[in-house]
Nanobody
């Protein structure tokens, strides 16, 4: 079965870059037709999808975060990573990586069919 594990610092200072890595086992991040996503949940708020890297390497981001967000991958390590730049305390959240079944994508638009496997999540606090 697919397993995902987030890793990275739990504390980031304002204006710095938040960096997390997701290590995937039990499945290849290059297998179609899957995407590999980052989702976060701030305290007291709902889940917010941040972006996805598709099995072919294409990336798509939430419009509200795309100016600050980058998702990349290392296929030799079966890992994908998140970078969120210029963070503020409002970026404090539990961050999850997850796999998803792709609905479709073209141009600048991406459609998710469903999430399937999730990591356990990792708390990231933005504070000086």
């Amino acid at each position: 079965q697919v397993q995902l594990q987030e890793s990275g610092p739990g504390l980031v200072k304002p204006s710095q870059t938040l960096s997390l890595t997701c290590t995937v086992s039990g499945g290849s991040i290059t297998t179609g037709y899957y995407g590999w996503s980052w989702i976060r949940q701030p305290p007291g708020k709902g889940l917010e999808g941040m972006g996805v890297i598709v099995y072919d390497g294409s990336t798509y981001y939430s419009p509200s975060l795309k100016s600050r967000t980058s998702i990349s991958r290392d296929t030799s390590k079966n890992q994908f990573s998140l970078q969120l730049r210029s963070v503020t305390p409002e970026d404090t959240a539990v961050y999850y990586c997850a796999s998803e079944v792709i609905g479709g994508y073209s141009g600048s638009y991406y459609y998710r069919y469903e999430y399937d496997y999730w990591g356990q999540g990792t708390q990231v606090t933005v504070s000086s």
